[in-house]
């Protein structure tokens, strides 16, 4: 399985996220290195096609793909927890089912 | 850049009814924008303590350049206030960033509290968690019950939280 992280340095998200990506997997008994990408320009943002920071990709997908139209450039992304709350990292279960999914 | 003690800058900016807003204190002046995930965390919170605190000027200024994040255009500040039927502060786009740099606001949301002599008594974070809405902005409202009885903040500085300002290349 091959795990990215991709993230930019205007958003502080990046370590929770990567925090619950390594215990999720840890948790899923999955030996997965966490390759960490970051980020620097808008030109590189399109080409990685990233539609902000954090975005986890689990074997080149995207664990929750943006909608169409959604621009890639560098800005922080908007997830939505379970519950509805806004937030700006996933929600650990739809990191968990994804992660899950691809095992 | 203003530090606690100093005197704050006043602004001319104009609310998204295109409306000038005079600047009067004490007062909350929040930096924010609409697409930022921590600032939208902390949205409701904020609007909260505006509506709880009648006797203060609050003001929201998103500092964001909107050619490079057109979320954040004049545009689409409308379009939120107006889908939001009305926030209880005026919304403001700094569009010349000036404000944003004479605050040296680094973050949104980053909040500035203003006593009735215009001088900087707190800045920061709401409170201590985005994720955690019970935490209900906290800090500034701690800093705003200890301004207004004239006491002195326990807390008049914390870290401000969330997404990088997007300055004008």
Redesign the interface.
């Given at each position: 399985m091959t795990v990215e992280l991709l993230w930019w340095d205007g958003c502080p998200s990046h370590p929770d996220a990567l925090a619950d990506l390594e215990r999720i997997l840890t948790e899923e008994g999955i030996e997965a290195h966490v390759q960490r990408i970051e980020i620097e320009s808008d030109e590189q943002a399109r080409e990685e096609r990233f539609p902000g920071s954090p975005t986890i990709r689990i074997d080149g997908a995207d664990i929750l793909p943006p909608g169409d139209g959604e621009p890639y450039s560098l800005t922080c992304r908007v997830y939505r927890l379970r519950d509805g709350r806004i937030s700006p990292t996933p929600d650990p279960e739809d990191v968990r089912d994804a992660v899950r999914r691809a095992a | 850049m203003i530090g606690i003690g100093d005197q704050a800058p006043e602004f001319d900016l104009s609310d998204t009814d295109g409306e000038p807003q005079a600047f009067e204190t004490p007062a909350v002046v929040i930096f924010t924008c609409n697409?930022?995930?921590?600032a939208?965390?902390w949205h409701d919170r904020l609007m909260q303590v505006a509506r709880d605190y009648k006797d203060v000027h609050f003001y929201a200024i998103n500092p964001n350049d909107a050619a490079?994040?057109p979320a954040d255009s004049f545009e689409a500040m409308k379009e939120r206030v107006r889908r939001d039927e009305g926030w209880p502060m005026p919304y403001m786009h700094d569009a010349t960033q000036e404000v944003a740099r004479a605050y040296g606001a680094k973050t949104t949301p980053d909040v500035f509290v203003l006593d009735s002599n215009e001088i900087l008594r707190y800045r920061g974070a709401p409170d201590s968690d985005?994720?955690d809405?019970s935490q209900n902005a906290a800090w500034l409202r701690e800093a705003l019950d200890s301004m207004l009885a004239g006491e002195e903040i326990a807390r008049p500085e914390t870290d401000p939280?969330?997404?990088?300002v997007?300055w004008r290349h």
């Amino acid at each position: 399985m091959t795990v990215e992280l991709l993230w930019w340095d205007g958003c502080p998200s990046h370590p929770d996220a990567l925090a619950d990506l390594e215990r999720i997997l840890t948790e899923e008994g999955i030996e997965a290195h966490v390759q960490r990408i970051e980020i620097e320009s808008d030109e590189q943002a399109r080409e990685e096609r990233f539609p902000g920071s954090p975005t986890i990709r689990i074997d080149g997908a995207d664990i929750l793909p943006p909608g169409d139209g959604e621009p890639y450039s560098l800005t922080c992304r908007v997830y939505r927890l379970r519950d509805g709350r806004i937030s700006p990292t996933p929600d650990p279960e739809d990191v968990r089912d994804a992660v899950r999914r691809a095992a | 850049m203003i530090g606690i003690g100093d005197q704050a800058p006043e602004f001319d900016l104009s609310d998204t009814d295109g409306e000038p807003q005079a600047f009067e204190t004490p007062a909350v002046v929040i930096f924010t924008c609409n697409h930022c995930p921590y600032a939208l965390a902390w949205h409701d919170r904020l609007m909260q303590v505006a509506r709880d605190y009648k006797d203060v000027h609050f003001y929201a200024i998103n500092p964001n350049d909107a050619a490079r994040y057109p979320a954040d255009s004049f545009e689409a500040m409308k379009e939120r206030v107006r889908r939001d039927e009305g926030w209880p502060m005026p919304y403001m786009h700094d569009a010349t960033q000036e404000v944003a740099r004479a605050y040296g606001a680094k973050t949104t949301p980053d909040v500035f509290v203003l006593d009735s002599n215009e001088i900087l008594r707190y800045r920061g974070a709401p409170d201590s968690d985005h994720r955690d809405p019970s935490q209900n902005a906290a800090w500034l409202r701690e800093a705003l019950d200890s301004m207004l009885a004239g006491e002195e903040i326990a807390r008049p500085e914390t870290d401000p939280v969330g997404c990088s300002v997007k300055w004008r290349h």
